[in-house]
């Protein structure tokens, strides 16, 4: 698995991208905390409208992150995550969608292949996840909860590329960015549950069992990156981040953590 790039810039701005997307033609980044002007529990780099942050500070930081990755703020098309599998094909007349104007839809997951329309997702423990072909020159962006990596939204995510564009899975490349880890995903038997039901047996070597506590340890990064190689996606083109956004509430948000007292980070692909 390749590994993640962390951007420090003079502004205090803090984020990553992974190797297996920094290519020509793309740009791709997955925010902290760091480097915003929102204040409080929203401190500092808030990119989640609706949250109890001002709009204003939270325009700025998109400002401030999009410009760092050479991107058009009112070009961003913005999710409203409902933790389900839904796939929205965005085309140019979605230029905006959520920042400088209400979106209409619900998806977890967005697909185009629109040139400079920036997809973006949200998390906050949840598992954020970025594709791209350089083939066909599409892209995608899905945020799987532990609901989501059950319904498969990654490997959704993919065969919608393939199936509007052309898209190979064994062209793309994934990242699999900063989410909670299996030190702090802690479950009752529902999570393991449906996690085989989706997945069989595969499933099994990504969950382990705490006798002492009779709770499971869930590995939501492995289990996405388990149904991209079921999708044909190559092994060695799907980074996958180490970060735990539990263990690190510093540099990260965590709902686990804090509760809905938060921010969001997001993740924003783009294809230039």
């Excluded at 909670?180 to 499933?203: H, N, R, S």
């Amino acid at each position: 698995m390749a590994a993640f790039t962390t951007h420090a810039e003079e502004t205090g701005l803090i984020y990553h991208t992974a190797r297996t997307l920094e290519m020509p033609g793309l740009a791709h980044g997955f925010s902290t905390r760091a480097g915003g002007v929102s204040r409080g529990i929203f401190g500092q780099l808030n990119l989640g409208l609706h949250r109890g942050d001002s709009d204003e500070n939270v325009l700025e930081n998109y400002r401030i992150f999009c410009t760092a990755l050479g991107v058009a703020p009112e070009r961003c098309v913005l999710s409203r995550q409902v933790h389900r599998d839904d796939v929205k094909i965005v085309t140019e007349s979605d230029a905006g969608a959520g920042l400088t104007y209400p979106q209409d839809y619900e998806a977890d997951a967005l697909v185009t292949n629109a040139e400079r329309l920036s997809l973006v997702i949200f998390s906050a423990d949840c598992i954020p996840t970025l594709f791209y072909d350089p083939v066909t020159r599409c892209i995608g962006a899905a945020h799987a909860g532990w609901r989501g990596t059950a319904l498969g939204i990654a490997a959704k995510t993919i065969r919608a590329m393939e199936r509007l564009y052309g898209a190979k899975a064994k062209n793309i490349r994934a990242a699999i960015g900063p989410g909670i880890g299996p030190c702090c995903f802690e479950t009752d038997d529902d999570v393991p549950c449906a996690m085989k039901q989706a997945l069989g047996d595969a499933a099994v070597s990504y969950m382990t069992h705490q006798q002492d506590s009779g709770k499971w340890h869930v590995d939501l990064k492995g289990l996405n990156a388990l149904w991209m190689q079921q999708s044909g996606v190559l092994p060695e083109h799907i980074a996958v981040s180490s970060a735990c956004t539990a263990c690190d509430s510093a540099l990260y948000w965590s709902h686990r953590i804090v509760g809905d007292a938060r921010g969001s980070q997001a993740a924003l692909i783009c294809l230039k």
